[in-house]
């Protein structure tokens, strides 16, 4: 168990709507990033929070946005969905989020019909 | 731009055989290098990880060495058990290009049978 908790484990929606996944970091850890793994492009960077402030992107749609609040969870929020929207998606946290080691939890399978 | 390259799976063992699981890398820094491991209908676990050149990583049994001169981190175990099937994947962090995310491989697929 790494300490990271991600809610709901498994998520069923239909095209066109809009889910909000959760993480709770690790006590102490200060930045959250999320990760998305797909069977067609792996694992994959989407966003990195640092205390509260976004501190970097990668390959997040638009549709797509995520934050962090003052108890350090955070939130990802997926809209407009498609298809091929359907992964697993990872939270992971860090101390500092400076380059230390990043724990995962244990993802939440998200399936769009 | 950062890569990582996984030897294909997947890979079939039987039990106490050697395990070796090619990775190699691009990054434009210094970067650090992870194996993390994801056993059926789990998350990322981190199993390993080296911050320098000539570093050795180990866990588990599970050892891998840090390659600067062939930008490499291939994973090694002398001897496998039927639970350490799982997908292992390689990563690096290059914190060196200011931001701090993980560039994964693509995954290898590990069975040992008994």
């Known amino acids: 168990d790494s300490g990271v908790t991600q809610t709901p484990k498994h998520l069923i929606t239909a095209t066109g709507q809009r889910v909000t996944l959760r993480c709770s970091p690790r006590?102490?850890?200060?930045?959250v990033y999320w990760y998305q793994q797909s069977l067609d492009q792996g694992l994959q960077f989407l966003i990195q929070?640092?205390?509260?402030?976004?501190?970097a992107k990668g390959n997040i749609l638009e549709r797509f946005s995520a934050q962090q609040f003052p108890d350090l969870h955070s939130e990802l929020n997926l809209s407009s969905l498609e298809l091929g929207d359907s992964a697993l998606y990872f939270c992971a946290s860090s101390v500092e989020g400076a380059g230390e080691t990043q724990y995962f939890g244990p993802g939440t399978r998200l399936l769009v019909l | 731009g950062n890569s990582v390259t996984q030897m294909e799976g997947p890979v079939t063992l039987s039990e106490e055989a050697f395990l070796t699981i090619n990775c190699t890398y691009t990054a434009t820094g210094y970067p650090s290098l992870f194996w993390y491991v994801q056993y059926p209908g789990e998350g990322l676990q981190l199993l390993l990880k080296a911050t320098k050149a000539d570093d050795k990583g180990s866990n588990k049994g599970f050892e891998a060495t840090y390659r600067k001169e062939t930008t490499s981190f291939h994973l090694e175990k002398g001897s496998v058990q039927v639970s350490d099937s799982a997908v292992y994947f390689c990563a690096l962090l290059d914190s060196g290009a200011g931001s701090y995310q993980l560039t994964f491989g693509k995954g290898t697929k590990l069975s040992v049978i008994p």
């Open positions: 006590s102490g850890d200060l930045s």
């Open positions: 929070y640092y205390n509260g402030e976004e501190r």
